[in-house]
């Protein structure tokens, strides 16, 4: 069922996911639930951002961020993942690149890691479940 | 199981459910079962650890699974599904730790430690009957997609 | 290792032997069972007033020879007959000296009693299981029976007593004057200290008719926890009804039941009980101090013992396990609140002020742990040194009983204390030795 919010506002406005020049930001989304990645995903590209790619695990995502590197604008990280977790993944890809842009998505219940993740350069977080306006705010927070 | 830990998962199930579904959600009695085996037909679990030790399953037929995760699919303007698929299980799987990651919320806030680990979906083929004696807390919950029962079975740790 | 209660409990009390039977049977017909011609039969309760050895009657001549004579029912004179002569069965041999098994019934016509082989047990089952006669059952009129029955292996003819009785048990008026040699027989027969038999057959007593009912409408189970002080109660009870044990209706029973609740049932223990708890106390409890307190209901008893230990105990690790299977009493519990007139003086240092009036402080909250939990999924219990387990043991099955003492048996030390109810007596159910003082039934694991 669409919620209000889904539909565009009635004054036209710019789509949040277009850089200044017209071209999508390009989002790497990284977790291991197929449901979220998906809602992530419809969020996302509803807003004109680009979805360049997917992982299911931290190692993955540190994987996919080299291979794109340097066309990576923002990462959506999961804090739980099997083989590597989220805080892990985003340590190692701070390593490579200090200026990625990575945002936690976490369930309630992760408080110490959601902390431990912006002391250790992630941008901004996002509690689960997803609610579109939240997540396009703090998005765009990062984004800044 | 401790009194207190009672109500955050009897919310948390209410408010998730609702939220996710907007649908109206009844809850049925609490009760307690000998065993924590779970009966429906499909169920996620999520492991507990630190003040307890134990698990919260989320026990429902394949049916109202299916429908369930419909339901969540169809409310973020996806697309439903008519089997258990990998889109359907992972969509159970989220539903459990939404649920489980607000109880524990709650929990942390009246002083209580408690982690969580990754999900896991079992379905009746492959249901594994482990902890068999240990004593559950079932919360009934009634919704039009069908019955969903949380399963709670935890112990205190020392 | 708790051992599966294999022992069926051949109680007097048949087939209420556990809530699970009860409730999967559907009991709604109780049957006192006897032997007759070596057949076995049954008498709807209803129908019974009471179980009687038949010591001593009267021989009347001139009567059919079935009614054997008149019998002195404590005052009252009542037609005594033999069933075995009027059906044409074998009857043993009679020795004047030996008593008579037998039942005095409660007919629309009046009171008669009557004779048979041996009195058996009282059995429920559901009437839905109840055939209609055969001919080929019975050594009897297919008209005097009710139906037949099977249960646990035995059959039952069903009989129908007031059919078969009805018009003789008039009261006898050609009955000639009576010598006083009728001997003042009580009815009642002795309070015996039955253990279960293991064959099914033993003596019925007056509490063992009793106590169906009690589980039936109360719950209350009837075991050698408790028989003693059913029968004292009984003895009460007769007394003040005038000779009658007749209890059938949830009054009766809740009245009956009523003075077998410990001392301060749902309220703190006040210092007579307090102090006869603290002489128990051993006085080196230093290191941790463990309690089990299932069946705590709203809380007040594990409070109470927690206040108690830590009065003795300032310094020690104290930690009591507190559950219950009533959810709304039990998740009151962590927050109880009460208003200063209700607390005892003694309880006043471990109590604060709080918004919804006093409560007790930080340390005895961390001291009390309250669960919901239903005592028979339980299947270990932490090693404790106290356990308060009061009027619980009495509402479980058997079964339960046996196997619950088995887990204390085996989660304490020589040094533990088990505070039971008051009227719960321990040491007939296992290693248990009494080491009751005051006002406290308490006892030590042998």
Redesign the interface.
């Known amino acids: 069922m669409k919620a209000k919010q889904d539909f565009p506002s009635i004054n036209e406005r710019a789509a949040d996911g277009l850089k200044d020049d017209g071209t999508p930001f390009r989002v790497l989304i990284v977790d291991d639930s197929m449901f979220v990645a998906k809602q992530l995903s419809q969020i996302l590209t509803s807003e004109g951002f680009e979805v360049i790619g997917t992982a299911a695990d931290g190692e993955e995502g540190v994987q996919k961020y080299k291979e794109l590197y340097p066309k990576v604008d923002l990462v959506t990280m999961d804090i739980t993942m099997p083989k590597m977790d989220g805080v892990t993944a985003l340590e190692q890809i701070i390593e490579f690149d200090k200026n990625a842009r990575i945002i936690m998505v976490s369930a309630l219940g992760k408080q110490d890691l959601v902390k431990k993740s912006l002391l250790m350069g992630a941008k901004n977080y996002i509690v689960k479940p997803l609610d579109r306006k939240k997540v396009l705010e703090r998005i765009l927070m990062s984004l800044k | 199981?401790?009194?207190?830990y009672?109500n955050p998962f009897v919310e948390a199930a209410h408010s998730?459910l609702k939220?996710?579904l907007?649908v109206d959600v009844q809850r049925g009695e609490?009760y307690?079962?000998?065993t924590a085996a779970p009966v429906l037909g499909v169920a996620a679990i999520i492991g507990l650890a630190g003040d307890v030790e134990g698990r919260v399953l989320l026990d429902m037929s394949r049916a109202t699974a299916i429908q369930v995760a419909s339901g969540?699919?169809?409310?973020?303007?996806?697309e439903p599904i008519d089997e258990l698929n990998?889109?359907g299980r992972?969509?159970i799987?989220?539903l459990a730790?939404?649920i489980?990651?607000?109880?524990?919320?709650k929990l942390?806030n009246l002083g209580f430690k408690?982690d969580?680990t990754?999900p896991a979906l079992v379905t009746g083929d492959n249901m594994e009957i482990s902890n068999a004696?240990v004593?559950a807390?079932i919360v009934p919950m009634e919704m039009p997609q069908g019955k969903m029962e949380i399963n709670v079975a935890i112990r205190?740790r020392g | 290792m708790v051992q599966e209660a294999g022992i069926r409990q051949s109680t007097l009390f048949g087939s209420t032997e556990t809530e699970e039977d009860a409730q999967r049977d559907d009991i709604d017909f109780k049957m006192v069972t006897f032997s007759l011609g070596g057949k076995d039969y049954g008498v709807d309760i209803m129908k019974v007033k009471e179980i009687a050895k038949f010591e001593s009657f009267t021989f009347v001549p001139n009567t059919q020879p079935f009614v054997m004579g008149v019998y002195n029912l404590r005052g009252d004179i009542i037609s005594l007959i033999d069933m075995r002569i009027m059906f044409n069965l074998p009857a043993p041999q009679r020795s004047d000296l030996q008593p008579e098994d037998g039942l005095i019934l409660r007919l629309d016509s009046g009171l008669i009693g009557v004779v048979v082989d041996r009195i058996d047990r009282v059995v429920g089952i559901s009437s839905e299981s109840i055939q209609p006669p055969h001919p080929i059952f019975a050594d009897i009129n297919l008209k005097y029976l009710s139906g037949v029955v099977e249960h646990e292996d035995r059959l039952y003819i069903i009989l129908d007593v007031e059919r078969i009785l009805g018009e003789t048990a008039e009261e006898p008026e050609s009955v000639p004057e009576l010598p006083g040699s009728a001997e003042a027989n009580s009815s009642v027969p002795e309070a015996r200290d039955d253990r279960p038999a293991q064959t099914g057959v033993g003596t019925t007593t007056t509490a063992d008719m009793v106590a169906p009912t009690l589980h039936s409408l109360s719950g209350f189970t009837m075991s050698d926890l408790n028989r003693h002080w059913v029968e004292g109660r009984i003895e009460e009870w007769s007394a003040g009804h005038g000779g009658s044990t007749q209890i059938t209706t949830q009054e009766e029973v809740d009245e009956f039941l009523a003075p077998f609740a410990s001392p301060y049932t749902g309220r703190f223990w006040e210092e007579d009980y307090l102090d006869a708890v603290r002489s128990l106390l051993a006085a080196d409890l230093e290191g941790g101090i463990n309690v089990w307190n299932p069946g705590c209901g709203g809380g007040y008893e594990a409070y109470s013992i927690a206040c108690v230990l830590r009065a003795s105990h300032p310094e020690a690790r104290i930690k009591v396990w507190a559950s219950d299977n009533d959810l709304l009493s039990v998740s009151a519990a962590p927050n109880l609140t009460f208003e200063k007139r209700e607390l005892p003086a003694f309880y006043e240092p471990f109590v604060t002020e709080g918004s919804r009036g006093l409560g007790f402080n930080a340390d005895i909250k961390q001291i009390v742990l309250f669960e919901f939990s239903d005592i028979t999924h339980v299947n270990t219990i932490p090693a404790c040194n106290i356990v308060v387990i009061r009027d619980i043991l009495s509402f479980l099955s058997v079964r339960e009983q046996r196997r619950v003492l088995a887990m204390v048996e085996e989660s304490t030390t020589t040094d533990t204390i088990v505070i039971s109810g008051s009227n719960e007596d321990l040491s007939r159910m296992g290693r248990f030795a009494d080491v009751s003082t005051g006002l406290v039934r308490a006892f030590t694991v042998q």
Not at chain 2, 72 to 78: A, E, G, H, I, R
Not at chain 2, 100 to 105: D, E, F, K, L
Request: proline fraction near 2%.
């Open positions: 199981m401790r009194v207190e009672i998730v939220e996710v907007q609490l307690l079962k000998s969540m699919l169809q409310s973020m303007d996806m990998e889109m992972a969509t799987t989220e730790n939404m489980t990651g607000q109880a524990v919320t942390h408690f969580l990754p004696n004593e807390l205190e």
